[in-house]
């Protein structure tokens, strides 16, 4: 069964920097979307970061606008981590960080307001002023 595992959360003063790894297994398909999302308490699930793999590359990231700059996501040689790099941290970056896997066709990928097939179970993020 495909399995999402979250790891890296913890707390960080404003300004730090973490880096949060999703470890993957039973996810071998050609092309696929995977992405980190956000929720703080009382407030709805957003998009963070995206990437489309073709043929175990890299084809295309993406991320949301508040966090351009700052966060990098990418994965691993093997292609069964997927990481992000969060950097200049930001007390409204506070949150719990989910990871997220769908296969996609070549031409696409899951866009963050998508339904997304696959999920980790998260990864506290807590960043003090």
């Known amino acids: 069964q495909v399995q999402l595992v979250e790891s890296g959360g913890g707390s960080v003063q404003a300004g730090g920097s973490l880096r949060l790894s999703c470890a993957v297994s039973g996810f071998t398909y050609s092309y696929y979307s995977m992405g980190w999302f956000r929720q703080a308490p009382g407030k709805e699930r957003e998009g963070v970061a995206r990437i489309y793999t073709r043929n175990r590359s890299t084809y295309y990231t993406a991320y949301a606008d508040s966090v351009k700059g700052r966060f990098t996501i990418s994965q691993d040689n093997a292609k069964n981590t997927l990481l992000l790099q969060m950097n200049s941290l930001k007390p409204e970056d506070t949150a719990e960080y989910y990871c997220?896997?769908?296969?996609?066709?070549?031409?696409?990928?899951?866009?963050?307001?998508?339904?997304?097939?696959?999920w980790g179970q998260g990864t506290q993020v807590t960043v003090s002023s």
């Open positions: 997220a896997a769908d296969p996609s066709a070549p031409v696409g990928g899951k866009r963050f307001t998508d339904t997304w097939n696959y």
